[in-house]
């Protein structure tokens, strides 16, 4: 069975390690420690990212980043923000999702800005950062995909 960490949640939520908690406290979200350390399956992430109380947050945390991007007058680099939407199955969706996860990790760029969100057979993807990064990430993933 495959596990999310609570830093790949946070990673593709846009919510902190600390807000997820107190989601874990309220009960919004399910999940597993084990040695430390939590996890979530796909079924209680999914059920988190749909859940009535949480949606709007996540909208309004992918909606940020693009804000950001638009808004980011004085820019000392070139930028890049790509936005992808995706028709998929669960499994393809679970695979793009440790994809980015991973790529972003790897990445030097600490501006890195990443939101996931999956429902049904719609995932969405925000990326967004130096125009390098980026680009290293989606050839990366078109490549693979």
Known sequence: MAWY???NIAMMTGFTTRTLRNYLR???LQGEK???????TEEEYEAFLTHPAVKPGI???QNAIVNDFLLLNAKKENRTCVILDICTERE???RAAEFFCERIK???DEELQFGMEWHKK???IILSGSEPAVKEIMKCYYAEN
């Open 106 to 108: 790897e990445q030097e």
């Open 5 to 7: 960490t609570m830093n």
């Open 92 to 94: 393809d969706a679970k």
């Open 59 to 61: 909208r309004a945390k």
């Open 34 to 40: 084990v040695d430390g350390v939590w996890r979530f």
């Open 122 to 124: 719609n995932m969405r």
């Open 26 to 28: 309220q009960g919004l």
